[in-house]
């Protein structure tokens, strides 16, 4: 109910024209993000969590948060705390993650294509069938990540030298691409 009331009072920031359309562009769920997302509580995000698309989560904590499959394409997630989170076949395609702490998450066939992991905690993290086509990596702690048998896929995925592997295994033979810091 008070999320209910929440939306009904983001709906009236901005006008809806006669067809229907959403004056100054932003969608209903845009609508939602502009009350400012450090309003909702912990169970009000993850019960949004499969429409949060560009969301602005920065610092969020969604330690041990049920995500599978939630759509968050293009979000804001500095400095997240996801630990432990179960984000299985969730869309992260774009999302911003540098800095995140995803130890131990469950990303098993997520969606990461373009996602910036610069500097995130990836370790103990399940990276099968993730898709991590042209994500930045650069300085990403993948140490004690789940990688070398699972057909992630890396291709044009980037990484620096302070970007940190799990022994024995190679980045450009999955295809990563190294970068100069």
């Excluded at 992260?92 to 098993?108: E, P, Q, R, T, W």
């Excluded at 990836?122 to 057909?151: E, F, M, P, Q």
């Excluded at 291709?155 to 295809?175: C, R």
Aim: net charge negative; hydrophobic share 45%.
């Amino acid at each position: 109910l008070q999320v209910q009331r929440r939306y009904q009072m983001a709906r009236t920031l901005r006008p809806v024209n006669e067809g229907g359309s959403v004056v100054g562009g932003l969608t209903r769920w845009g609508r939602v993000y502009s009350v400012g997302m450090a309003d909702f509580t912990r169970e009000e995000v993850v019960e949004m969590a499969h429409k949060l698309v560009g969301a602005d989560l920065r610092n969020i904590n969604l330690r041990r948060a049920n995500l599978n499959g939630a759509i968050l394409i293009g979000a804001s997630l500095i400095d997240a705390d996801l630990r432990g989170a179960e984000l299985s076949g969730a869309d992260l395609s774009g999302a911003i993650l540098s800095g995140a702490n995803l130890h131990s998450a469950n990303l098993v066939a997520a969606s990461l294509v373009g996602a910036n992991l610069s500097g995130a905690e990836l370790t103990y993290v399940d990276l099968s069938r993730v898709n991590l086509t042209g994500a930045d990596l650069s300085g990403a702690d993948l140490s004690r990540a789940i990688l070398s048998w699972t057909k992630a896929n890396l291709s044009d995925a980037t990484y620096n030298t302070e970007t940190k592997w799990p022994e024995g295994f190679d980045p450009v033979a999955a295809g990563a691409e190294l970068v100069d810091d």
